[in-house]
């Protein structure tokens, strides 16, 4: 069986690119994680797990320093391939302690509510979060661009510590079927659409359930070439197309057309 076909290192032209974490992204906050300060100086922390169900997402705080909380979950496929995520979330400040967490893991989001205390320095405001390159992903600066075309990369998942770190994956069987797994983190399965037409198979997705501390709804849209799966021009919509969706990933099997059995 072949393996998951890494696409994070394909460039994109910044002009159509909304969010560098994420090729297929179109409006909302951007970034693998987001951490805000709340009114009552708790922390929001955002984390994009896609492929973790709700009910698999490990996490706890550190009780020497009380400082960050550790996170963990693992993807389990049909098919045996395993996506394993790790990482930590907290302050980067020697002022505050972590007091509590509330937790909840949906469609493939993880968000948590972090209260803390000031334990010094208590007229400084803190703002110090861990980890230190919160809020930079998903963006990009024309300015650091290495490239002459301005040409920026798409980020690989900074949390996944085995399997696939691109969003969009796909393998072939040796039945002949094509499989495509794509992230869209936060958007529940009645709320994904596959679109195939003759030439592409497009994908849609908008997380409608906008929670209480997020700025807006997330929108995703794309689409699978037929080069990616048929190489000697069929059509698209010959083929049988099924998908399915679970825990912010989308899942597309491309069946090659039925034999022609007609006797001349």
């Not at 302050?91 to 967490?101: H, K, P, S, Y």
């Not at 980020?155 to 770190?165: I, S, Y």
Request: charged share 25%; proline share 7%.
């Amino acid at each position: 069986m072949a393996a998951y076909i890494d696409m994070s290192r394909v460039p994109y032209i910044p002009g159509r690119l909304h969010a560098t974490n994420h090729p297929y992204q179109r409006y909302g906050p951007k970034g693998f994680m987001e951490i805000k300060v709340l009114p009552n100086d708790d922390l929001y922390v955002r984390v994009d797990l896609p492929g973790v169900p709700d009910n698999a997402i490990r996490y706890r705080v550190d009780a020497v320093r009380q400082k960050v909380v550790f996170f963990s979950g693992e993807e389990t496929l049909g098919d045996g391939d395993v996506r394993e995520y790790s990482g930590t979330a907290g302050l980067g400040c020697d002022c505050c302690v972590i007091t509590g967490v509330e937790a909840k893991m949906k469609d493939g989001v993880l968000r948590m509510i972090l209260s803390r205390v000031k334990v010094k320095d208590h007229d400084n405001k803190c703002t110090h979060f861990l980890p230190p390159n919160t809020g930079k992903s998903g963006r990009y600066d024309l300015s650091e661009s290495p490239s002459p075309y301005n040409m920026v990369e798409v980020e690989d998942h900074p949390f996944v510590v085995k399997g696939r770190k691109s969003v969009l994956a796909t393998k072939g069987s040796s039945d002949g079927c094509h499989h495509f797994s794509v992230d869209l983190p936060g958007v529940c399965s009645d709320d994904m659409f596959v679109l195939p037409n003759e030439n592409e198979i497009k994908f849609y997705g908008e997380n409608k359930e906008v929670y209480e501390h997020d700025e807006s709804c997330r929108i995703f849209l794309g689409a699978i070439s037929k080069l990616a799966f048929c190489s000697d021009g069929t059509p698209v919509l010959s083929h049988d197309i099924a998908w399915d969706a679970e825990f912010g990933v989308l899942k597309v099997r491309v069946s090659p057309p039925p034999p022609n059995n007609n006797n001349e």
